[in-house]
């Protein structure tokens, strides 16, 4: 698949999943919406019902009021009667006898109390004046002290009468209808009817007043004056009282938010997967792609590895059979020590590509045993120090391990520290200068090999331990090799539960270290 491939299919994938979030939001946020119109709605139906509530409590009140005021018109019924039983006459026949004189007179005033401003009365005075004498037909006589108090019991009952009638010539005030706890109650109790367990706000204001009468918490006054809902108090009893119930939810977001979390989660939790099973699909193509240009690296330059020994073998043996050219003893010789360089040199090949299959199937069978890993350190050093010598360099040892014996895969350890030898030989310019060193740690050996080599950078770092991953060198490879040899120390070390890592600088050459375990 080539890039420009994958490049359009991640930009038509990109797009969809932006036009899907689009219109999963648009969804989300019309629900939300719709959730919050259902809940304006039910609040709106519960303040129905705490209004309903106040109005029959109201009219209960004034039922018990009219009850008393009746059975005052009842008592001076009852008076009246008892006045014509002692007079013979009934009371308002003559023009005396109906000559009762009410004056009242109440002042009102304004006044600060509690955080806001209240109508109180200042004075309130009733005056009842009745009668001393009531004239009868035929002449005038004085009253009986009976007919007197008579009059005078009628008269308490009459102002009383007059002060029910005349003393609130307007609807009381809210303050004195209903109680901030009261109002509290049936709203929680309404509310609550409706499924609503939300945190919330109150308060009663007065439009003839301007001022808020009531309230849950003064704190909230300016912020429920802005977001509150309004509902008229006692709407129904026949005149406008001007006073307005409150309410706001100072977390309805958030309420809402939470009725809807099952939604949401589900609706966020695919979003999410869909992203990232898109991502881990790009991914995967890229590494496929990356590694499918690895491997055709792997294969040319393995072609191109083969075909000089091959060539070589190939020349050997055609000068050996040729029959016109002469064959001494030290020819001869010659010849074969070429053949037999050359098989070695296709033997380290064939090993290289067994590294390759037991990287490709991650199936490694260990065959572990104790053994002393100064010995193995040495005999590799042994092996590869005329390599090493031939080009002016040298190797050095610090073998500080006081417990060198491990128990591992002998043969894989020995391949493990063959492949970093000979990496700081490669990838060292010039005079190479190789320190090998040992130590105890943790119940283990840590081995450390440094070289003067050329450095790995921080970003390379990183990937060197990949699979057929080669540092970038631009189009020209000084170094021959297939990005193996790191790949299989990594996956030595991981298989007997070691670590690997490496410490270097551009240009000031580098230091591996690798721990393993003393094991069983």
Same mark, same amino acid.
């Given at each position: 698949?080539?890039?420009?491939?994958?490049?359009?299919?991640?930009?038509?994938?990109? +797009?969809?999943?932006?036009?899907?979030?689009?219109?999963?939001?648009?969804?989300?946020?019309?629900?939300?919406?719709?959730?919050?119109?259902?809940?304006?709605?039910?609040?709106?139906?519960?303040?129905?019902? /705490?209004?309903?509530?106040?109005?029959?409590?109201?009219?209960?009140?004034?039922?018990?009021?009219?009850?008393?005021?009746?059975?005052?018109?009842?008592?001076?019924?009852?008076?009246?009667?008892?006045?014509?039983?002692?007079?013979?006459?009934?009371?308002?026949?003559?023009?005396?006898?109906?000559?009762?004189?009410?004056?009242?007179?109440?002042?009102?005033?304004?006044?600060?109390?509690?955080?806001?401003?209240?109508?109180?009365?200042?004075?309130?005075?009733?005056?009842?004046?009745?009668?001393?004498?009531?004239?009868?037909?035929?002449?005038?006589?004085?009253?009986?002290? *009976?007919?007197?108090?008579?009059?005078?019991?009628?008269?308490?009952? %009459?102002?009383?009468?007059?002060?029910?009638?005349?003393?609130?010539?307007?609807?009381?005030?809210?303050?004195?209808?209903?109680? *901030? $706890? #009261? &109002?509290?109650?049936?709203?929680?109790?309404?509310?609550?009817?409706?499924?609503?367990?939300?945190?919330?706000?109150?308060? +009663? =204001?007065?439009?003839?007043?301007?001022?808020? /009468?009531?309230?849950?918490?003064?704190?909230?006054?300016?912020?429920?004056?802005?977001?509150?809902?309004?509902?008229?108090?006692?709407?129904?009893?026949?005149?406008?009282?001007?006073?307005?119930?409150?309410?706001?939810?100072?977390?309805?977001?958030?309420?809402?938010?939470?009725?809807?979390?099952?939604?949401?989660?589900?609706? $966020?939790?695919?979003?999410?997967?869909?992203?990232?099973? =898109?991502?881990?699909?790009?991914?995967?193509? %890229?590494?496929?792609?990356?590694?499918?240009?690895?491997?055709?690296?792997?294969?040319?330059?393995?072609?191109?590895?083969?075909?000089?020994?091959?060539?070589?073998?190939?020349?050997?043996?055609?000068?050996?059979?040729?029959?016109?050219?002469?064959?001494?003893?030290?020819?001869?010789?010659?010849?074969?020590?070429?053949?037999?360089?050359?098989?070695?040199?296709?033997?380290?090949?064939?090993?290289?590509? &067994?590294?390759?299959?037991?990287?490709?199937?991650?199936?490694?069978?260990? *065959?572990?045993?104790?053994?002393?890993?100064?010995?193995?350190?040495?005999?590799?050093?042994?092996?590869?120090?005329?390599? /090493?010598?031939?080009?002016? $360099?040298?190797?050095?040892?610090? %073998?500080?391990?006081?417990?060198?014996?491990?128990?591992?895969?002998?043969?894989?350890?020995?391949?493990?520290?063959?492949? %970093?030898?000979?990496?700081?030989?490669?990838?060292?310019?010039?005079?190479?200068?190789?320190?090998?060193?040992?130590?105890?740690?943790? #119940?283990?050996?840590? +081995?450390?090999?440094?070289?003067?080599?050329?450095?790995?950078?921080?970003?390379?770092?990183?990937?060197? =331990?990949?699979?057929?991953?080669?540092?970038?060198?631009?189009?020209?490879?000084?170094?021959?090799?297939?990005?193996?040899?790191?790949?299989? /120390?990594?996956?030595?070390?991981?298989?007997?539960?070691?670590?690997?890592?490496?410490?270097?600088?551009?240009?000031?050459?580098?230091?591996?270290?690798?721990?393993?375990?003393?094991?069983?």
């Amino acid at each position: 698949m080539n890039r420009r491939l994958i490049l359009l299919i991640t930009v038509l994938v990109s +797009v969809a999943l932006i036009v899907l979030t689009g219109i999963q939001t648009y969804w989300i946020s019309s629900a939300v919406k719709l959730r919050e119109a259902d809940f304006q709605r039910t609040v709106a139906e519960a303040m129905g019902d /705490v209004m309903n509530r106040l109005e029959k409590l109201e009219m209960s009140r004034q039922m018990r009021k009219n009850t008393a005021y009746t059975n005052l018109l009842r008592s001076i019924d009852s008076l009246d009667y008892l006045i014509y039983r002692e007079t013979g006459q009934m009371p308002g026949q003559n023009d005396a006898g109906s000559n009762y004189n009410y004056q009242r007179q109440q002042e009102w005033s304004e006044v600060f109390e509690d955080n806001q401003w209240k109508m109180v009365k200042k004075t309130d005075s009733a005056i009842l004046t009745v009668p001393d004498t009531l004239g009868i037909a035929g002449g005038s006589s004085e009253l009986s002290d *009976r007919a007197r108090q008579l009059h005078r019991k009628k008269a308490f009952l %009459l102002n009383q009468v007059f002060e029910e009638l005349f003393n609130s010539p307007f609807a009381p005030s809210i303050e004195n209808r209903v109680s *901030r $706890g #009261q &109002l509290d109650t049936l709203i929680n109790i309404a509310l609550q009817a409706k499924g609503i367990n939300a945190e919330y706000e109150f308060g +009663v =204001f007065s439009e003839s007043r301007n001022i808020m /009468v009531l309230e849950k918490d003064a704190a909230s006054r300016e912020k429920l004056m802005e977001e509150g809902m309004f509902f008229p108090m006692f709407a129904g009893g026949g005149y406008p009282t001007g006073d307005f119930l409150l309410i706001n939810f100072p977390r309805q977001t958030r309420y809402l938010l939470l009725q809807m979390s099952g939604m949401l989660i589900i609706s $966020g939790g695919l979003s999410l997967f869909i992203v990232i099973a =898109f991502a881990a699909m790009i991914f995967a193509i %890229l590494k496929q792609k990356k590694l499918s240009e690895m491997k055709n690296d792997f294969i040319n330059n393995m072609t191109h590895e083969f075909k000089t020994p091959i060539s070589t073998v190939s020349l050997a043996c055609e000068v050996l059979n040729d029959p016109d050219v002469p064959k001494s003893e030290d020819l001869m010789h010659s010849y074969i020590d070429i053949i037999s360089q050359e098989n070695k040199r296709l033997g380290v090949l064939a090993e290289k590509i &067994l590294q390759t299959a037991i990287l490709e199937k991650g199936q490694l069978n260990l *065959r572990k045993e104790p053994f002393d890993i100064h010995e193995v350190i040495s005999d590799v050093i042994r092996k590869i120090a005329i390599q /090493v010598q031939i080009r002016d $360099g040298s190797i050095d040892t610090s %073998l500080n391990a006081s417990n060198p014996v491990i128990t591992a895969d002998r043969v894989h350890v020995t391949n493990m520290i063959n492949n %970093l030898l000979d990496n700081a030989n490669k990838y060292t310019p010039r005079k190479p200068l190789i320190m090998v060193s040992t130590e105890d740690r943790n #119940q283990g050996v840590l +081995v450390s090999i440094t070289d003067n080599g050329t450095g790995i950078s921080k970003t390379n770092q990183k990937k060197i =331990f990949e699979k057929l991953y080669r540092v970038p060198t631009g189009d020209v490879h000084n170094v021959k090799g297939f990005g193996l040899g790191l790949s299989y /120390v990594k996956f030595i070390v991981d298989k007997h539960e070691g670590e690997v890592s490496v410490e270097s600088e551009p240009g000031k050459g580098s230091t591996f270290r690798v721990w393993l375990p003393h094991g069983e």
